[in-house]
């Protein structure tokens, strides 16, 4: 069965420091991996989307993701955290049935 | 550009009460459905739909009824709330296939 496994359900920065938030997956077909952002009082917006295309997928606000099939891995970056950057980030992994598989989400929060 | 539009933000009910939570979207989307938020529980599909006249039922459907009679709309129906769904809903709808989800900005429901 898929699974998504997001380390770290609460992770704090400071402005101005690297974003790393974890994702690891289990898929037992080639997977198509999504990150999302939730702000505070709104829905889930796409931040980004593994296609195999690439596996360094480039997404909205500065933020990256690098696919390891070997590592089973979509971590999410930025290189510098911006105190708007502040929100729940949720990655999604989906495959032949279509129907997209969530882990729990982890809370960013940025110190100034 | 509305997208996924949800009505209403926020709604009180009483234990037994039956309401509708309304969606609709403008984007020709095929593929619509219904998720719950809870706090450490992620997102979790209720409902879905696959175009006009169908519908299936997601993790969650116990307490939930849908229609799906025109490809815009897409509602969802508490027969006889209860405090277990206090909730907040999201319903998100996509292009067939593995596109992103587009998200509506969610109902607050709470059932006392």
């Known amino acids: 069965a898929q699974s998504v496994t997001q380390l770290g359900s609460h992770v704090s920065v400071s402005e101005g420091a690297l974003v790393l938030l974890r994702c690891n997956y289990s898929?037992?077909?080639?997977?198509?991996l999504f990150w999302y952002v939730q702000y505070p009082n709104q829905g889930l917006q796409l931040l980004l989307k593994?296609?195999?295309?690439a596996t360094l997928v480039k997404g909205i606000n500065g933020f990256e993701a690098e696919f390891k099939k070997s590592e089973t891995s979509f971590h999410l970056t930025k290189p510098s955290a911006h105190m708007s950057d502040a929100a729940e980030y949720f990655c999604?992994?989906?495959?032949?049935?279509?129907?997209?598989?969530w882990g729990l989400g982890t809370s960013l929060a940025v110190n100034p | 550009n509305a997208g996924v539009t949800q009505t209403p933000k926020f709604q009180v009910l009483k234990t037994g009460q039956s309401m509708t939570l309304q969606c609709a979207q403008d984007?020709?989307?095929?593929?619509m459905s219904w998720y719950r938020q809870d706090p450490g529980m992620g997102l979790r599909l209720i409902h879905y739909?696959?175009?006009?006249?169908?519908?299936d039922q997601g993790e969650v459907p116990n307490g939930y009824n849908v229609s799906r009679s025109t490809t815009e709309d897409f509602p969802l129906r508490l027969l006889s709330a209860a405090p277990s769904q206090t909730s907040v809903y999201f319903c998100?709808?996509?292009?067939?296939?593995?596109?992103?989800?587009?998200f509506g900005n969610g109902t607050r429901l709470t059932v006392t």
């Open positions: 998100a709808s996509r292009v067939e296939g593995d596109s992103p989800l587009h």
């Open positions: 984007m020709n989307h095929e593929y």
């Open positions: 739909s696959v175009g006009a006249g169908i519908t």
């Open positions: 898929s037992s077909v080639p997977p198509y």
């Open positions: 593994y296609t195999s295309a």
């Open positions: 999604a992994v989906g495959g032949n049935n279509r129907k997209l598989i």
